[in-house]
């Protein structure tokens, strides 16, 4: 322990002083440098796959059905990519069945989606955030929210509902 705080000679807290309780000795620079990869993978799977979605949906189905039943026809699709796409990225960067960092990789991504989304509107579409926002159909547009909202929380939702671990040991969450 040096300068009497609990600290280990190379500058990570012992477990017992830990807020990271699943990955011991883990420094928490790294830690947070997984989970910030986490949330960049999870945004660019389910935001590459509703940018794909989005060639098929502008051009084939919006003059055909109109821009709000194209996009309530998209949801459903959209909520599989995010339940797909969190599934993925849980297991491939390990994360621990805690709440704290599923919400963080959930809306971190949540954060870089928005982000994304008014900054090629404004880019895209030559109209300001503010006109962006009030342009959205009241009905696709709620219904977004909400779809917004299970992808901060789907990361998070998975722990809830895990299966049973098989004989193996490994979650398959």
Known sequence: M??????GADGVAPFAFSL??????IPIVQILRTHFKAAIAYFALVLGTG???GTIRVPFLVPRLGERYAELLEMPIMFGVIVF??????RR?????NASVRLLVGFAALALAVLAELLLAAALQDVSVAQYIASRDPV???VYLFVLLLFALMPYILTRF????????????
């Open 2 to 7: 040096r300068d009497g705080l609990g600290w």
């Open 162 to 173: 895990r299966g049973a671990t098989p004989p193996g040991g490994q979650s398959q969450v």
């Open 20 to 25: 990271r309780p699943f990955r011991k000795n």
């Open 85 to 90: 796409a969190a599934r993925y990225v849980v």
């Open 51 to 53: 940018f794909l979605l």
């Open 93 to 97: 960067f390990s994360l621990p069945p």
């Open 140 to 142: 696709s547009g709620a």
